[in-house]
T-cell receptor, first 116, second 115 residues
């Protein structure tokens, strides 16, 4: 198993450009998550999905969009990049039976994004 | 609302010394607590977690943590530090408001190990 894979590893965007961060997992996990990690700030949840076709906002969703058309893929879209979106983005997945909160999340290696 | 506070953004220990990383949480419901480790340029990896039952939880690489409800703490310890333990450590509490298992992370503690 490759686990959770993310592409690209690095990207530099200009203000106003758009891009999609790709995330794929091969563990047949139903739950998937997108986090951003800013220096000294820990991780904050952007969006999550509890299954194909179902997505919901996390703590910091503004400026982002997601879709979940398959179990494996959970892309994150930035429509109009802003310097405030400079961060490291992590995708994660978990298998949950819906009992809430005890599941281990498996993280990808991250995408380092700079917006200039 | 739930929150996590990690005391000390940087901790430095000598190889072979005790490692103690502090985590306090705030939760209105019985918490599920986690410690994750992040090695340089990598994603996060689960070290250990507390859900229910025994309050002393053992994890990978010789780490353990004790859930103390009266102190609202979940400190991470390791008796003897190794150079390979140098990394950033994140404490997290699970958001149990729904069934989504969303994690609320602390700001992290960077552990340095001196030879």
């Amino acid at each position: 198993n490759a686990g959770v894979t993310q592409t690209p590893k690095f990207r530099i965007l200009k203000i106003g450009q758009s891009m999609t961060l790709q995330c794929t997992q091969d563990m047949n996990h139903n739950y998937m998550y997108w986090y951003r990690q800013d220096p000294g700030m820990g991780l904050k949840l952007i969006y999550y999905s509890v299954g194909a076709g179902i997505t919901d906002k996390g703590e910091v969703p503004n400026g982002y969009n997601v879709s979940r058309s398959t179990t494996e893929d959970f892309p994150l879209r930035l429509e109009l990049a802003a310097p405030s979106q400079t961060s490291v983005y992590f995708c994660a997945s978990s298998y949950s039976t819906g009992t809430g909160g005890t599941d281990t999340q498996y993280f990808g290696p991250g995408t380092r994004l700079t917006v200039l | 609302a739930q929150s996590v506070t990690q005391l000390g953004s940087h901790v430095s220990v000598s190889e072979g010394a005790l490692v103690l990383l502090r985590c306090n949480y705030s939760s209105s419901v019985p918490p599920y607590l986690f410690w994750y480790v992040q090695y340089p340029n990598q994603g996060l990896q689960l070290l250990l977690k507390y859900t229910t039952g025994a309050t002393l939880v053992k994890g990978i690489n010789g780490f353990e943590a004790e859930f103390k409800k009266s102190e609202t703490s979940f400190h991470l310890t390791k008796p003897s530090a190794h150079m390979s333990d140098a990394a950033e450590y994140f404490c997290a509490v699970s958001d149990q408001a729904g069934s989504q298992g969303n994690l609320i992370f602390g700001k992290g503690t960077k552990l340095s190990v001196k030879p």
